[in-house]
């Protein structure tokens, strides 16, 4: 009875509103938006900006405060850190382009997607959901046009840990960032194959597996789709990595790409 209690109360969270603002701050910052040493909008403001109160804008910034990212000058308002410590900011900048850098990255983002696919499916609320779907139309729409699918690729996976309701979810992706996309031709770890029309065909049928379990609210179902997604993800990189030794070892000419 104690453990059907704890599922109903885990299935019924609703994320803080200071969770929200958490969130947008967070990224604005990751991504340049508010520069090191910009000072961000008064409590006033922001209270504007997401439609809340000062108290809530005051938790998001004690938050984000405590991570390092920003800091408060008594009567001069609150700046973005020079130096924020964020320990996860680092990560995308060291991944290299080895093929064996590209199968750790999907080791992390297993450990972290499958459990947000599930959290996602129990979690989401119909914006979030919303959202989800027209990240994956997105990437159908640029496919379809012959457009790089990289970033609607990289939304649909962002959408999904947004709806977790755990900003920790979309920290953590927001730090591996779109270097993770194999389809990106930002990718360090993009071939022609993986930018081909067939490999993202297959994308797309993946992500439809998952936007399904995650919509009919199954969330077993979602860590599943997940799974096989990023699965299949992991035996491309070590397909391409077995051909690198298999010409290596016959001598052959090593092939000018984006791999090595």
Known sequence: MAADTAVDLRIERKPKLSEGVVSAIRAQVLSGGYAPGEKLPTETRMGELFGVSRTVVREAIATLAADGLVEARQGAGVFVKNHPTITFGAISLDVGNKISHALNVIEVRMGLEI???????????????????????????????????????????????????????????????????????????????????????????????????????????????????????????????????????????????KIT
């Not at 046009?145 to 990289?150: F, L, P, S, V, W």
């Not at 779109?178 to 031709?185: K, V, Y």
């Not at 490999?199 to 077993?220: F, N, V």
């Open 115 to 257: 459990e947000s696919a599930g959290l996602a499916a129990l979690r989401r609320n119909a914006a979030q959901e919303a959202q989800i779907q027209e990240a994956f139309f997105e990437f159908d729409r640029l496919l379809a046009r012959g457009e790089a699918t990289g970033k609607s690729d990289f939304a649909f996976h962002r959408e999904i840990a947004a709806a977790t309701n755990n900003s920790y979810y979309v920290e953590v992706l927001d730090a591996l960032g779109m270097r993770a996309i194999p389809c990106d031709i930002a990718s360090p770890w993009g071939t022609d194959s993986t930018l081909s029309r067939d490999y993202q065909e297959g994308l797309q049928r993946e992500h439809l597996a998952i936007l399904k379990a995650i919509s009919a609210g199954d969330p077993e179902a979602a860590r599943a789709a997940m799974r096989a997604h990023l699965t299949a993800s992991q035996e491309r990189y070590r397909t391409l990595l077995s051909g690198q030794q298999a010409r290596w070892l016959s001598g052959a000419p090593k092939r000018k790409n």
